[in-house]
């Protein structure tokens, strides 16, 4: 365990910095290329810079090649190549929007480096009820994982602030559970995600100087999707995401139909005359989790952010009981 100390903090130290450092750059340079969006939650014409995914990619890839240095890990390998991959789509649906079918099905196929790695165990490891064997069926389950962790993290980033923040109290958690259940090694993998969330968040948060667009939320779900998969915790990495799962639920549910999200005419949300947010009562705009959180009354950006955020952590809070319960089986 000792021996992980020296290259986790190194690697936590460049995941944060790397991307501290070149967003505030990158910011003027999307501005001064007029790469900006509207703030609809915002008063006026407010706009803001987009995408993020940029630095945070950069804080990834600089971090995990450290790991790799010392460690030599194929998992590593795994999360450059489907993160990397991650953000080139992203990356493409944030400069022209695609069609709903675009980013499951490429997110889908780029999940096969973990496969043709052999990065994985295809034991699928539940609490209380032990494990189950399934060879065949476990390496379909990884070409729905990756496109089910990218687009949820995308789905949910609505909100100044919401998708890092959520990520933070996420990876974090899960970072914890494999420490719990003894996978050290992808443990220290994991630690520069919640690190370069950390720094991104700084400036994304309430009021928000750069979105992370599509290339910035598919890399921190892919990623995430990659560590959960690859450290044998898909379970508790799925119960420590669960108000974003239910958010893309609830989405797909109402709309019945894999579509884009800016290609949706409805909104879930309003705004009040002191631009407050509401729930919409337009019966034809899809349901969300803020549209669920705003359905008791008109909250600010800031209110229904820190709700996710109790969400999130009660979520994580759950992962880590999860984790616990495993590891005194283990």
Known sequence: MIEFLFPAIISCVAAFFVVFILTPPLIKFLELRDFVVKDVNKKGNVMIARPGGISIILGIIAS?????????????LAIIFTTSAAFVIGYIDDRK??????????????SIPIILLGVYDSDLSFPLFGTVQIPILYLALIIFIIPITGNTINSIDVLNGVASGFMIIASFSLSICLFIV????????????????????????????????????LTLGVMYGTIAIVGSVEIIAAVALLPAV?????????????????????TPVDHTEDFKLKATDDNAAPVTLVRLILATGPLTERQVGITIFKLALFSGILAIITASLMSVRI
């Open 64 to 76: 995990e090649i450290i790991l790799y240095l010392f460690l030599q890990l194929n998992e590593i």
């Open 97 to 110: 929007v695609m069609g709903g079918w675009f980013k499951p099905v490429t997110l889908a196929i780029i």
């Open 182 to 217: 003894q996978n050290y090694e992808i443990a220290i993998v994991s630690l520069p995600l919640g690190f370069v969330s950390l720094a991104f968040y700084k400036f994304h948060k309430i009021p928000s100087k750069i979105f992370p667009g599509d290339s910035g939320a």
């Open 246 to 266: 239910i958010n893309s639920f609830l989405f797909l549910s109402s709309v019945k139909k894999i579509v884009e999200h800016r290609q949706i005419k409805g």
